[in-house]
């Protein structure tokens, strides 16, 4: 996973005899590896400690990266990654899986990023791709 950006969250926790506190709580704008940048996600560091042991040192690692950043728009909670990236280019392929117990036909497209390399091209699910971009693909293979 990739971090970026901190965003502090805060909790109220309301108890029936005690007085509302706010605890505020770290979340880490999280990138997966091998997924767009649209499935990304705001987590807790408790919930990636339970998806992957070594966050810690993942955390520390970006903090680090963070405080010697000369650019302060680099860690700017404003635009966390350049909004291109989820916006699709083109579309460069496709496939149908029917799962056989369900027979329920799922349809992916490899799908090329705008401002992103060719080898961050991901499968995604046809609800996530912009309906032009697949009719420019069709009319591409046909």
Known sequence: TETSPVKPLEKS???ATKPVRTIN???YLVKFKNFSYLHCQWLTEEEL??????INQKIKRFQQKREKSGNVLDFCDEEPFNPDYVEVDRVLDSSEHTAPATNVTTKHYLVKWRSLPYEDCTWELE???DPIKIKDFQR???
């Open 127 to 129: 609800a996530d791709v």
């Open 13 to 15: 926790i309301d108890k």
């Open 140 to 142: 591409w293979v046909d």
């Open 49 to 54: 400690t339970r998806g992957d042991k070594r």
């Open 25 to 27: 709580v770290d979340e």
